[in-house]
């Protein structure tokens, strides 16, 4: 990873470079993406970047490396340590808006921070499919 004229690294990698910095080529790298062994780009303004830190985790939980705290070793999926209403929302194909209902309604735990950013910690949503999914019997 180059620096930028400040002397940093980004954190924030457009498409060919996220795609280089694992390794592969594009058309590789958006297949993985479509099928869910990396994350999804972060949209800031009109431009689509994958967060490094992000493709750390996901690239950790592929080559099974437990020591990063963000990866999934061994399941071969990018699995986040907590959900935005928005990533949450299109895991269990609904509305970013019916997922701030439920945690406005009480029926899943959430952080805040600022006072408007919301998580969701990646156990509770998986507590809450355990429970929704023992309903359904």
Known sequence: ????EFGIVPRGLPLQAAAAYVGVTEATFNSVVRGGRMPRPLTLGREQVWDRVALDAAFDGLSGDTSNPMSC????EFEPECYTPTTLAER?????RHVRRMIKDG???????GGK???????????YERADQSTKR
Not at 107 to 113: D, E, V, Y
Not at 117 to 127: G, N, P, S
């Open 107 to 113: 029926l899943i735990p959430h952080l805040m921070f």
């Open 73 to 76: 070793a061994g399941s071969g």
């Open 117 to 127: 950013l919301l998580r969701i910690k990646r156990e509770d949503v998986l507590a």
């Open 1 to 4: 990873m180059t620096e930028t």
């Open 92 to 96: 269990w194909s609904c509305s970013p």
